[in-house]
């Protein structure tokens, strides 16, 4: 019989432009919500737009909303109140702009903080065991309960534990942020296979010039 904690799993699809889908795994369930929205596609460093796909608005509607809790929750039941999805996207956006400040070393805005305590301090998903004759925990999440586990989960983003691992990733077109969870902090990259093989064959080339 295994503990049912809630652990969230990390990561998810970004489809630019060119129709390309990404996998990108934030390493954070909370820094991945933010990537739902624009707010940290906008924000990070001014530089140049990049193609990752990232600043799509993927949370439309309710359905939308809903959708993607479920991949993370489990079947999310109880009748969505109409506010959920504004409340949803408030949270997140706080998020993003935390995210963004953080990975630039900046001072986290009061306001933004004071809306993920908001939603930190209601009932989350409940963690369970499982084999009991009810159904318990997830089988149950509504989604202002998932959204306080997001909102948790961005407290331990932003507090001292995480401290210097919200980082953007190295590569100079790029501005995705990410949560470091290598052991030994040696993450660079949003993807291996996105900007770190681009990296290597940049370097690649360059050697091959430079020795012709
Ligand atoms: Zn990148």
Redesign the pocket.
Known sequence: MAVASVVIPTGQWLAPDDGTRWWFDSGSAALDFAYTGSIVAEQADGGPRDD?GAGVELLHSLDNLIAWLAERFGSVQGAPRPGDLDDARGLRDSIARLAVASSLGEELAASDIDIVNLFAATPDVPPALSGGTRQAGHASVRTQQALSTLAREAVRLFGPEAGGRIRS?S?ED?S?IYLDTSRAGSRR???MQ??GNRAKVRKHRAKAASAA
């Open positions: 990752s990733c590569a790029c995705l990259w949003c993807s996105r900007c």
